[in-house]
């Protein structure tokens, strides 16, 4: 069997709500906290989250690891408008991103 192609070059991926150079689910069922977990393997990413084409409403409070391995650092983001921008180490088994309490 064929291996997958993967993005070695490590270029942006316009995914439409989601640009990255890596791979991971977003679950953004609530409507306060969303769960970005890398799948299983990832390296250092960073992405771009178009939230109001995610259905998002709000600003982003923080964004914190979920159990973290040792030597994990805590993810760079910043938040211009509706793009959220974050840079991640992949060291986590999640991303808990949390948005402003209304």
């Not at 150079?21 to 977990?37: P, S, Y």
């Not at 760079?76 to 309490?101: H, M």
Request: glycine share 6%; aromatic share 8%.
């Amino acid at each position: 069997p064929e291996e997958p192609e993967l993005n070695v070059e490590s270029k942006m991926l316009d995914f439409g709500p989601i640009v990255t150079d890596g791979a991971f689910r977003l679950n953004h069922d609530d409507a306060r906290a969303w769960d970005l977990i890398p799948l299983p393997g990832s390296k250092a990413f960073r992405a771009e989250l178009r939230l109001s084409r995610l259905d998002a409403e709000g600003r982003v409070s923080s964004i914190e690891c979920v159990e973290a391995k040792d030597g994990a650092a805590a993810p760079k983001w910043s938040q211009d408008g509706d793009t959220l921008k974050l840079s991640c180490d992949g060291r986590s088994f999640a991303y808990r991103i949390e948005f402003v309490k209304r």
